[in-house]
């Protein structure tokens, strides 16, 4: 195993973590749906690094070639694009009606708004 | 894309963040057409750098366009980014080499696919076939998630008008 | 943006090209990369680009609220009908090649349909999602 066959693999760590970095550290609830998109692509290099052969072409069968990558992963990517799409339009559609709730897009602050409304409502 | 990624966590305009994050796209569609996905690259560039911005625009004009401060420390979750960093580099140590054509995902049920999807099928994209012929639950399952969705956004966003009548 | 008399100019130009070109897309899939996701986002695209630059309303009275959402759950059904045809025509659901005398001109048609039904849908639900969005700030959304 050398730096070269596995480097494919780290990049994908790092941008994966790189989008889990945002969604946990930033307060703002658009920035962490961008991160979650970060982190879905990652995944999406996670799945077809290991599917390219090099010398190898996109597999549409013809006859000027004989290698073709792996398509398999290809199919389960296209469906996980279009579904990481559907997840990003609710959550955008969610965080639209928190703003129409509570003023505030910021964690920190929906957080102090519901905890006052707690404590008024218990006292 | 690092150099991109980086400017995303650290930018507080969100607008601009909006346009990193279609650049980013972008970039990730261009690394997938070098790792011969042609298929996907499409799809990555169309919905992730179109859809994508568009929607995210929409939600930030609706929403304001800046990020407050962060107030808390990063430190705890810069430490858990970073053991997760380290168990998963750890991880991927046992995975296949880049362009193994004898690992586990060329051999099993592909060779088949390639050998006998354009004469079964007729159809010469491989993905194409296998997405609508050999795999067509999945398909099937995935424009109903994209129906659900449209349906929960209309349920989420949408107002009910009030008769006028009674207001005069 | 309606009177800037570059932006409408150039969108008249791209406007119907874009369409065509989600067409080609959408039937080329079986030949080169393409499909139904990526000619229905294509398609979509195209429609937002000119709400982007003639507004709201004039999107809105090209395409009504009522065809998009039609779209969006005809598409799903045409899908679901490729399948129970095939359960109809003896074989078990979603299977191609009893839909003709040749099994693989029955796989042609199933394939063809199928992304038919696909384009749809996503065509309908994005461009529905855009409207949802962009009139919820200036009191354009109805229902």
Known sequence: MSFASHYSYWVTVLLMVAGLYIVIARGNLIKKLVGLSIFQTSVYLLYIAPGKLIGGTAPIVSDLFKVYSNPLPHVLILTAIVVGIATIALGLAIVVRIREAYNSIEEDEILQADQGADRGAGA | MAATVLAIILQRNLYSVVVLAGVYSFLMATVLVALDAVDVAMTEASVGAGISTVLLLGALHLCGGEEAKPIHRPWLPLAVSLAVVAALIYGTLGLPAFSDPQSAPHTHVVPRYLKQGPQETGVPNVVTAVLASYRGYDTLGETMVVFTAGIGVIALLRRVRRRKEPER | MRREPVLRVVGKLLIPYTLLFALYVQFH????????????????????????????????????????????????????????????????????????????????????????GVLVTVAGVMLKIFYMFAGRGHGLDER
């Open chain 3, 29 to 116: 899939g079986d030949f080169g990369p393409g499909g139904g996701f990526q000619a229905g986002v294509i398609a979509a695209s195209a429609i937002i680009f000119y709400a982007l630059i003639f507004g709201l309303p004039a999107a809105r009275r090209l395409v009504p609220d009522a065809v998009v959402e039609t779209m969006g759950a005809l598409g799903a059904l045409i899908y679901l009908g490729v399948g129970f045809a095939g359960l109809a025509l003896g074989g078990n659901f979603l299977d191609y090649f009893v839909l003709d005398a040749d099994p693989v001109a029955g796989q042609h048609r199933g394939i063809f349909w199928v992304e038919i």
